[in-house]
């Protein structure tokens, strides 16, 4: 089955055909994060699904160059600055570096290039491009010394979120607080600077101001990646106006088409509810690291819903991903064992196959991928317990692992023991050197008591985390 995706512009689903001749070179570009306070844990169910898909697209030999870029200027940041009362860029940069630590404890892979708004190349290719929205008549500058794209000259206007602009007019989806503007929908290209801005701002043509979010990324994606690139991604709040506008103002200057494969994460709930400071249920990655919870568990838990469906973030849902983990390391340890040829078992017919990965070629299917590698531990265990997998087989099986897991990135890093634990596993093997076998016993139980097991393999003693512990 060819690789397909579900093209938020087309609203179809679409064999994925990538732009390079070679077929094997993909670009593409994720909305990355506005750095006015800390990401919370919405914001990385949507990274999280596109760290999915390019390690999913690299796992089928394709070649991935991935943009985030980090929003360091817009209305949220400025007021964040002001309130705290230290200039912008002190204020991002805390942000950005807590974010920078955020993805690192859930394994997503780094994006080739980071770009952040401010950066004076990029500033400077925005102006650009407003010059050429001017010159072409798809921009004006209003009364309010700003610039507005005029979206009734462009007219695709509208076709990414499947609306016509008479319905934006009578939704009321754009705030009417803007009477210098010719529509409604015209957005901000540029934003003459006023008061409440303070220091932050840019000498332009149109005069001091700063960029509006939307010609932010489509002055990165385009400068970084070129005219046209494969996939973009985002959260489906980006789809309108940000991504509607993205296409827009891009389109407007290179007058190509600017994205093949729009993708979009639906969104995060939790308890059923939107996440919001005031019902309390709002949570940032070290709210749930003070929990308990690690890293690759919350990495599971934000992972295993299908992208396009919304994902009901609650404490059942992260204790089962707890489990879910605890099955697999146990899974492992047997495989490993076992490969490793310790018993003798009988061989059967029972290799990996190609289910996994097949299920995340149809759309990321990742709940059915998730399905299938259960079912496959299930299997193997049973064929375990029955002695009826040999040495082989378990290496087949690892090696099936080890492409699973170059997707999932789940696998419990081999950590050094606690102390306390290291202490107990070192007086046990030394037990086991004198053949004191009821000291190892009592030893080994006494590791069981604090949630860990040792197991006895021919490279000697192996003390893991206990499954479900
Ligand atoms: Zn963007």
Same mark, same amino acid.
């Given at each position: 089955m060819p690789l397909r995706f579900f093209n938020t512009y087309s609203r179809q689903l679409e064999d994925f055909e990538p732009r390079d001749a070679t077929g094997r070179k993909i670009d593409i570009y994720t909305c990355g994060?506005?750095?006015?306070?800390r990401a919370h844990i919405g914001n990385f169910r949507a990274y999280i699904f596109e760290d999915l898909l390019q390690r999913h697209l690299e796992l089928r030999g394709y070649k991935v160059r991935r943009v985030m870029n980090i929003t360091d200027v817009d209305d949220k940041t400025i007021r964040g600055a002001r309130e705290a009362g230290i200039p912008l860029t002190e204020s991002t940069a805390q942000f950005k570096e807590a974010f920078f630590q955020d993805i690192e404890t859930l394994r997503i892979k780094r994006a080739d290039e980071f770009p952040a708004a401010t950066d004076q190349r990029y500033i400077e290719k925005m102006i650009e491009m407003i010059a050429t929205l001017i010159s072409r008549g798809l921009a004006y500058q209003a009364e309010d010394k700003s610039v507005y794209f005029r979206i009734n000259k462009f007219p695709n206007y509208g076709k990414l979120a499947h609306f016509d602009l008479t319905q934006l007019q009578s939704t009321g989806?754009?705030?009417?607080?803007?009477?210098?503007?010719?529509?409604? &929908? %015209?957005?901000?290209l540029w934003k003459a600077w006023d008061e409440?801005?303070?220091d932050v701002g840019w000498e332009s043509p149109w005069g001091r101001g700063r960029p509006g979010w939307h010609i932010e990324c489509s002055a990165m994606a385009t400068a970084l990646? &070129? %005219?046209?690139?494969?996939i973009h991604c985002g959260g489906i709040d980006n789809i309108f106006p940000h991504h509607e506008a993205e296409i827009a103002q891009t389109e407007g200057v290179t007058g190509k088409k600017f994205v093949r494969y729009w993708l979009h994460c639906a969104h995060l709930l939790v308890d059923g509810q939107k996440m919001s400071k005031s019902l309390g249920n709002f949570y940032t990655l070290p709210n749930l690291l003070e929990k308990g919870y690690t890293g690759r568990e919350i990495r599971y838990a934000l992972m295993r819903v299908h992208y396009r469906a919304p994902l009901n973030f609650t404490w059942d849902g992260m204790n089962e991903a707890r489990e879910s983990l605890a099955r697999i390391d146990d899974w492992l340890v047997r495989l490993r064992e076992t490969a490793a040829g310790k018993i003798d078992k009988r061989e059967i017919d029972m290799q990996p196959d190609q289910d996994f990965e097949e299920a995340l070629d149809d759309d990321l299917n990742i709940s059915a991928a998730l399905g299938f590698l259960f079912e496959k531990i299930r299997e193997t265990n049973r064929a375990l317990d029955r002695n009826e997998l040999d040495a082989a087989s378990a290496n087949a099986w690892l090696n099936w692992w080890e492409r699973v897991n170059s997707v999932l990135v789940v696998e419990e890093a081999i950590a050094p023991l606690p102390p306390g634990i290291a202490k107990l596993a070192e007086a046990r093997a030394q037990a086991r050197l004198a053949k004191d076998w009821r000291k190892s016993d009592e030893l080994r139980d006494e590791l069981s008591a604090r949630g860990w097991e040792a197991r006895d393999t021919k490279d000697g003693q192996k003390v893991t985390r206990r499954a479900g512990g």
């Open positions: 994060p506005t750095v006015y306070s989806r754009v705030k009417h607080d803007e009477y210098d503007k010719e529509h409604i &929908g %015209d957005f901000a409440e801005d303070g990646l &070129g %005219d046209q690139i494969d």
